[in-house]
């Protein structure tokens, strides 16, 4: 489930430098994007829309896998 959050948030922002934390907890996973704040904007799209498209192609995987997922985003620590 990383590797695919990891592939639709760099394909969507066009930026390498961003960073994905994934955390299990039991059957849930926690995935948590580090972006830059110049991009955060990008991936969350226009009314949140990107991000609950991002949210529901990750939950179909986790589905796949029988487990639950949450996705969050945080500005990068420098």
């Not at 990383?2 to 430098?17: F, P, Q």
């Not at 961003?18 to 009314?47: C, F, M, R, W, Y």
């Amino acid at each position: 489930m990383r590797d695919l959050l990891e592939y639709l948030v760099r394909e969507i922002s066009g930026r390498k430098d961003l960073e994905v934390a994934e955390q299990a907890e039991g059957e849930v996973v926690n995935l948590t994007v580090h972006a830059d704040p110049s991009v955060i904007g990008l991936i969350i799209g226009k009314q949140g829309k990107t991000i609950r498209t991002i949210r529901n192609l990750v939950k179909v995987r986790a589905t796949l896998e029988k487990k639950a997922v949450n996705v969050s985003i945080e500005e990068a620590s420098k």
